[in-house]
């Protein structure tokens, strides 16, 4: 599906690393869009949010999919 990349070879070593990789892409995924718009609602313009809060799933569905591609 996706090909890995050099920096996630490097970083995939351990149990841990893997973890915290699972539980950041989450909170890209998940966080991301929905704190980071609620907390930036009235300082930025709505369809530059709504941009953000996609490409920051995106990447958090990008690392989240490296993870477990690796096995």
Sequence with gaps: MLR???FFKRFMGG???RVSWVLFS????FGGPTYLEY?????VPFPYLELLS???FIVG???FL???EEK
């Design 15 to 17: 149990r841990l690393s």
């Design 39 to 43: 907390a930036l609602r009235h300082r």
């Design 4 to 6: 890995n990349t050099r």
């Design 54 to 56: 996609l490409a920051l």
């Design 66 to 68: 490296q993870v477990f």
């Design 61 to 63: 569905l990008y690392v």
């Design 26 to 29: 989450a909170v890209l995924m």
